[in-house]
């Protein structure tokens, strides 16, 4: 067996892996034959440890052998020849790809794990497998993805599972209403990367990575854009990440995203999913050295999520949302790292951060029985240290500083004020027009039917949630 | 031209008509469901047997074997081409899904032989190509609807008056296109850019494109929703525009129409978002996918016009499937009202779950039918119009939200108290598994259904270049 096939083979145990635990899943599931909670863990842990085993093996041998890109071919998905029309089938194993495969997996496996424990006898159990398996499948598709077209798949997925899973609770409305919130962002960060992607596709013709940046293995890629054309697609791209890693001014999700369980707030929102964004800005990172004014957005976004982060994350009153903020702190400074072209330090910072952040999450629910051992351990409270920055900032500033940080920077009354309340506004009306003009059809009577509108008196708007 | 093996059409047509006065002289209501889905079963076999049997030839046109229709009217009446070939087999999958999932107790308020009546007038449109036949039976399509809502005791004017004017300007509007010898439409004279106009607009009312879309939400008020489902979802105005205005309309005229249609997608996706009724919901979000099918059908470039091709067969199996969904949910807890959580979750995780994946269908989700669809109505639309082509991306983001925020409001909430089972029967749960495999059937696997409807599409400009280049030079010789 030569090198390419155990190459190829490897990766396809990689792929298939996750695919295999969703269709497990989803078809007991389609077909009501639900998989007691042991066979669902042991199903779960086989296939993240042999995906898993396999993305090490890719990386010893890559590491024995001295390659440094493999790229897997699985042909094309459709292909409109004589429009040069193609969707590629192309997964990469580079030096970015293989560290944030392997830390998907062993993230996820360990949260897999705890989950088991963690949701025993909930029932909700299957369900909060189901979406874990989309997003286990969506992570590893996007990490892989050698062409734009296969990342926007892998972050579709991940997009639809952290949606579900924030609103798992959903016999409680606020965990809904939160759901909601965070696919909505999600959805104007995917109308986004698909313009992008739709814009590369016209630009280069054709949505690989390779075309975009060339042959050369990745950090050392070269966008083949003008300067225009790559400040166009990044802006699009840079949106794209904003949404999907709650940077400024999309952060209002992020702490709306703990209201999931533990464990999917620990893998989703505090350690993967949030850094996917900061991941595609990696991916397309030669775009930044074709623009310095993509570059100067980059960092600006970056710095102003950062302080954002680090300002809200002090004045929060619940360990997870405290996390959330100190987590979009963190990515904050890895998107700036990226914007001042260190990437491998932002790749270091990204795997160290996601796998903190990870240990600090699962360990929010027992927060307090820590603080109690640690109190009796030492025999007195814990000493409060006041900053040596709070004695520099005069007492009116600290106190508006400390309104904003409390109001998480009115980001979401911005978009309320700004995008949500008109779009409701413009359109209510609009049905109210509608329903006057078919009233006057109808002769003057009533258009529309009696009982519907009974049930459905309450004119509050129905996008009040969203809010 | 090339004959079919069996009289595959003249089998589908008949079938349900037959089948209809069949049905209507039972009186038994419970004895005639069973009837009445062994003949929706037939049809589909039928359906089917003729777009394997047209496959088989890998030819763009075909006509039944043993053509009577032909015989006595000494013309092709029914005819099956690379257009309606899926087409015809989707319509009749809806309808025998639509009677699977209904049940028993509202066989009074859902009328078989009527359903089978429209089947077989359906059916009988996307078979046929002739411009009079087409718009003779899509006036006679508008009947059984009307009836209804008659019969219900529902005002009619604001259908009455959109039909009317739909028939009026179909009627007119092909009348005052002037014909040579050969039947081919002459496009140079301004009386036939009047008739032209006056079919765009008939085509685009019959499609409930803005501001002529309100007899459809009407519609979707006022009848059964499982009568408005079945008039609306197979998308006739789609069917009439391709028929009748693509082969006259020059491309300015038809790439207003695509600006038109990405309009109404915008704002009925936005609409729908404001919706607090499960049926209006729905309707909105119909015309939204339906107007996006349109603007790629008015692009003329074979990427658009196979993306719309595909996004029709998509929008045909996904929303057909959301609307059983719906309506299944509907039978059992009445109008729902999406002003509020229902919490139907636990009660039916089977229609939850079809809810969820129907709707990202539809909103070509990637693994689901639309995916591809929409990646080459987005490609398209970008190609011909870089700004406001992404507009599309908009209306998909919309919708998306859309579908996402009515699964919460009808399936999550404080749990409801039922003293009844509410789970699937297992006609719906085969009605669930076959849509599903379907969706994510088509999905997995796009490539056989995007290369037949490139290749359709490519026929469709072909053809079209063909009837206009004898006007041309016509022109010509007559400057000479």
């Known amino acids: 067996m030569d090198l390419n096939t155990l190459f190829h083979a490897l990766s396809v145990i990689v792929l298939v892996m996750p695919a295999l635990l969703l269709t497990v899943l989803g078809v007991t599931a389609l077909l009501n034959r639900h998989l007691s909670e042991t066979l669902m863990a042991r199903w779960t842990e086989v296939t993240v440890t042999v995906a898993l085993l396999a993305a090490v093996s890719i990386l010893g041998i890559m590491l024995f052998s001295g390659q440094r890109y493999v790229s897997v071919e699985l042909g094309n998905w459709v292909v409109i020849h004589e429009q040069h029309f193609h969707f590629h089938l192309r997964f990469i194993f580079d030096r970015l790809s ?285 000493p409060q240290q006041k900053s040596m920055i ?75 949630d969203i809010k | 031209m090339q004959e079919l093996h069996l009289p595959w059409l003249e089998f589908s047509v008949t079938l349900p008509l037959l089948g209809a006065i069949y049905i209507g002289l039972l009186k038994n209501r419970n004895a005639a469901y069973p009837q009445c889905v062994i003949l929706c079963v037939v049809t589909l076999i039928c359906a089917l047997g003729e777009w394997i049997d047209f496959m088989t030839f890998h030819i763009f046109e075909a006509h039944d074997h043993w053509d009577i229709l032909e015989t006595i009217f000494h013309r092709d009446i029914f005819v099956i081409d690379e257009l309606n070939a899926p087409l015809i087999p989707l319509a009749a999958l809806l309808f025998l899904m639509m009677v699977l999932s209904t049940l028993r107790t509202k066989l009074g308020r859902f009328s078989l032989g009527g359903t089978l009546f429209s089947e077989g007038i359906l059916i009988a449109t996307l078979s046929c190509r002739d411009p009079w036949l087409i718009i003779a039976l899509m006036s006679l399509a508008t009947v059984p609807p009307w009836l209804e809502m008659r019969s219900r005791k529902q005002s009619t004017r604001v259908y009455s008056l959109h039909m009317g004017l739909f028939i009026g300007l179909s009627v007119i509007g092909w009348w005052l296109v002037p014909k ?36 459809m939400t009407d519609l979707f008020d006022k009848a059964a ?56 919901f729905f309707c909105y979000l119909f015309l939204s996918h339906s107007s996006l099918v349109l603007v790629g059908l008015e692009l003329l470039t074979p990427i658009g016009l196979t993306g719309a091709l595909c ?13 059983l969904t719906i309506r299944a949910v509907e039978a059992r807890m009445g109008r729902l009202s999406l002003s509020k959580y229902h919490g139907l979750y636990e009660h039916m995780p089977t229609f939850a779950g079809l809810f969820l994946l129907t709707g990202l269908g539809s909103i070509g989700f990637p693994g689901t039918i639309g995916f591809i669809g929409m990646e080459l109505i987005v490609e398209g639309a970008v190609e011909i119009y870089p700004l406001i082509g992404t507009m599309v991306v908009l209306a998909a983001a919309l919708n998306g939200i859309a579908i996402l925020y009515a699964y919460f409001r009808i399936f999550t909430g404080t749990r409801h108290v039922a003293s009844i089972s509410l789970k699937a029967r297992p006609q719906e749960r085969f009605a669930v598994l076959t849509l599903t495999l379907l969706i994510i059937g088509g999905g997995l696997f796009p490539q056989p259904g995007v290369s037949s409807r490139y290749h359709a599409a490519k026929e469709l400009i072909a053809h079209r270049h063909i009837k206009t280049v004898p006007v041309k030079h016509h022109k010509e010789t007559n400057k000479q």
């Open chain 2, 180 to 215: 040579d010898a050969s039947g081919i439409p002459q496009t140079s004279s301004s009386l036939a850019l009047w008739g032209g106009g006056m079919l765009t607009a008939a085509g685009l009312l019959r499609s409930g494109i803005v501001p002529v879309h309100c007899w």
């Open chain 2, 311 to 323: 996004i029709w067969i998509s929008v045909g199996l996904s929303l057909g499937g959301f609307g």
């Open chain 1, 390 to 464: 709070r004695n520099l900032i005069p007492e009116p500033i600290q106190k508006r500083i400390y309104r904003f940080a409390l109001e998480r920077g009115h980001l979401d009354a911005f978009l309320d004020t700004f995008f949500v309340r008109p779009f409701i506004k413009v359109f209510t009306l609009c049905d109210g027009w509608e329903k006057k003009w078919t009233d006057y059809l109808s002769n003057n009577g009533p258009s529309r039917d009696q009982n519907a509108e009974e049930q459905t008196v309450a004119k509050t708007d129905s996008m009040e």
């Open chain 2, 225 to 280: 929703f499982g009568t408005a489902l079945l008039f609306v979802t197979p998308m006739t105005g789609a069917y009439m525009i391709m028929r009748i205005v693509l082969p006259i309309a020059p491309s300015w005229a038809l790439q207003s129409i695509a600006i038109v249609s990405l309009i109404t997608a915008v704002y009925a996706a936005g609409m729908a978002l404001v919706q607090t009724d499960s049926r209006r």
């Open chain 1, 98 to 382: 293989v560290p944030f495969v392997i830390l998907t997996f062993v993230l996820v496996g360990t949260i897999g794990a705890f989950a088991n424990r963690y949701l025993h006898r909930e029932p909700g159990y299957g369900r909060f497998f189901l979406f874990y398996a989309v997003f286990l499948l969506g992570m590893v598709i996007a990490s892989l993805a050698g062409t734009i077209e296969t990342l926007f798949i892998g972050w579709e997925l991940v997009g639809l599972s952290s949606a579900l899973l924030v609103a798992y609770f959903h016999e409680r409305p606020s965990p809904v209403v939160n759901g909601v919130r965070v696919w909505a962002i999600y959805r104007i960060a995917d109308a986004a990367f698909l313009v992008a992607a739709v814009a590369l596709h016209h630009l280069t013709g054709a949505g690989d990575f390779s075309g975009l940046m060339g042959t050369e293995p990745w950090p050392n890629g070269t966008a083949s854009l003008t300067e225009i054309q790559a400040l166009f697609v990044g802006l699009l791209l840079l949106i794209a990440a904003a949404g999907k890693s709650g940077m400024v001014p999309f952060s209002g999700w992020l702490p709306r995203a703990m209201e999931g369980p533990t464990p999917s707030s620990a893998v989703f929102y505090g350690a993967l999913s949030v850094h996917l964004g900061a991941y595609l800005l990696l991916r397309v990172s030669p775009l930044l050295d074709a623009s310095m004014t993509l570059r100067i957005c980059v960092i600006a976004l970056g710095l102003t999520s950062a302080v954002f982060g680090a300002l809200a994350a002090r004045v929060q009153t619940d360990i997870k949302s405290a996390l959330a903020f100190a987590s979009l702190s963190q990515v904050g400074i890895i998107v700036v790292e990226i914007g001042f072209g260190l990437r491998y330090i932002a790749l270091i910072h990204i795997i160290g951060h996601a796998c903190l952040r990870t240990l600090q999450l699962l360990r929010a629910p027992t927060m307090l029985h820590d603080y109690h051992t640690l109190e009796n351990a030492l025999g007195e409270n814990l």
